[in-house]
């Protein structure tokens, strides 16, 4: 057996993967469905509370972290894991995505970004290294690269150049792992296919990461406002290149429908603010639709927010105390939506994952 | 054994008192603290993580309850207990105090007080009767009275009347409260001690209440913006003219001060919004005095708030941590903050008991 952080494929059924992504800090089973904490937080939840959903893996930002309060700061306090209380496995996305979200007050050359920070208007320069040296301090199980993701709507040869920055990024961000023997240390790094919407771009940006041998493959650039089948064309492009053996991740996606849609196309990882931001604004994921729980219908409504889910909270609380919170502005109403979100979440994944072992018998 | 509700005395030392009150949901050790959830939820705290703090009682505001979801709508849910998932005691304050605060915007009379909605500005009516209604509705394990607190800085003939009125109120309160059989149906009822600061007033309230014979005694009126001197002044009068078995409840007191001082006028209960809300406000408790959470001293403080703390936060987060929490405004530093400042005061509590019992070997 390998040591980690590697990946194990455990079955395939038809495009639908079930695998085991080991880490010194634990493994977690795929597919899988990664709560995010940009700040090394879940929002309004405690980690005992994160573990209690059912949830393996938790994503934080390690742009944002370097920010604020500062990655050497957290190394010096013992690094990420012990900061913010969570001992399972954890990924850190570089900040990219967040970066370019900017735009116009973003400037991208060769060798980095320049852009204002969003605490103090500051002037921040970030380099490919210095991206990894942030996730080096941090000490995630898992750290991407950092990528340069173009707008959505960007020019053709705006996003040619993009994808030849990200790749020239991307080979200079594995080497410099290799050098400080990262892999040894337990920490495995993604690298980012990106490419936009131009089949073409999609498949030279999979052929070419695939060659600089990351330790698993993320698909960027999307869930920023294409349509679906633009997302299921993407899909199609990339995922197909890439070696069987490694975990793929969809970044920033999304809802319970485009999880049955992407593990069919063979995906392996996902992580989204869907569950706690809903959450926050009131609104449930039940296996028959959203609710919003402010609605009147729920004044009185004795029943739990579904009643086949044995989450914390519709284990304890009606709909009815629900909408109460809701409605009074209680924090706690925040609080126990995102507890049952993310449940139904880990729920969904865990049914996807038990549906693959039992196609495969 | 007598069936609850009922108060224990178990032991006395000097003044401290060590006493036990029985409920059908369980009893509490006394002195106790109680924590408030005014609108039926410790704010941004679940049950089962105000249980871990050591919290056997809960406070909620049966005035407010009724206004939002309604007390006839809690109770066809099931009743308060149910509504809120906590299986422990529960105390409703009649919402006098909060009332009686609106000041220029509510109009007394001997039969009950007109007010303005702090929701919705709607004219509403509480009279003594409808407060106790409202409280057998929502099914508390003990019950307050609706009193007159006039205000800190009230002319004489205002505090003379409001003490006159309070104790009518009482009387049919008290009356009503065994017409229906409370005390059969497990729901203690606690009189109102007034009075302000006039120490004749203060001991006429509390005889007259006392003849009245309720399940408690409740000092109202106080910590309001009295020097700590007039407190002391009107539990030396008060306190001394209540049944030695009978449970003595000082209503919104406080500060770890104000309850060493008490316990030894003999008072065996508190209820107090500060943990909660100096929690909020990134405030917290400990042996050495409060601390600012935002403070930049602690920007890489890897220890716990306190290190004899065992508490959730004190056992998993650091003063760090909790910094970065509450300079990135995330509603964790709040929650975190709070069941650490809750279970400070719970284990002052238990080690005001305890010391109790020791002097007494």
């Known amino acids: ?70 990655a050497d700061a957290i190394g010096r306090l013992g690094g990420l894991h012990k900061f913010m209380g969570w001992d399972g496995p954890i990924l850190t996305d570089s900040g990219g995505y967040q970066i370019f979200s900017l735009d116009d007050h973003c400037h991208v050359d060769s060798d980095g970004v320049t852009f204002q920070s969003v605490i103090d208007g500051a002037t921040i320069r970030l380099s490919p290294e210095r991206a990894l040296e942030i996730q080096r301090d941090l000490g995630p199980d898992i750290a991407m690269v950092l990528d340069h993701c173009p707008a959505g709507d960007a020019a053709e040869e705006v996003v040619r150049a993009a ?7 991307a080979r ?43 330790d698993g493959y993320a698909i960027g650039g999307l869930s920023v406002g294409e349509t679906k089948e633009r997302m299921r064309q993407a899909l199609d492009t990339a ?41 926050r604004f009131n609104e449930a994921f039940t296996r028959h639709g959203r609710i919003k729980m402010r609605n009147q219908q729920y004044t009185e409504d004795g029943r739990p927010i579904d009643d086949e889910c044995r989450c914390y909270t519709c284990q304890n609380f009606s709909r009815a105390y629900l909408r109460h919170l809701a409605i009074s502005r209680e924090m706690l109403a925040g609080t126990l939506l995102s507890i049952h979100n993310i449940h139904y979440f880990q729920d969904l994944m865990a049914e996807i994952r038990q549906g693959s072992e039992e196609g495969t018998r």
């Open 1 to 70: 057996m390998t040591s980690p952080p590697h990946f194990e494929l455990l079955s395939t059924d038809g495009g639908i993967r079930r695998g085991r992504f080991h880490t010194p800090h634990g493994s977690f089973e795929t597919p899988c469905f990664a709560p995010v904490g940009t700040y090394g937080a879940i929002k309004g939840i405690t980690p005992a509370q994160i573990r209690e959903t059912g949830t393996e893996l938790i994503l934080a930002n390690a742009y944002h972290l370097s920010q604020r309060p500062g």
């Open 163 to 169: 994808h030849e920055r990200t790749l020239d990024w």
């Open 172 to 214: 200079r961000q594995r080497d410099l792992h290799e050098s400080w023997g990262g892999a040894a240390r337990g920490q495995a790094v993604f690298g980012i296919v990106q490419g936009g919407i131009d089949p073409q771009l999609r498949a030279d940006s999979a052929r070419q990461l695939v060659a600089l041998d990351f």
């Open 239 to 279: 995922v197909p290149l890439l070696p069987e053996g490694k975990l793929r991740y969809l970044m920033g996606v999304g809802t319970p429908e485009d999880f049955k849609m992407a593990v069919k196309h063979g995906i392996d990882l996902f992580d989204c603010v869907t569950p706690t931001r809903h959450g």
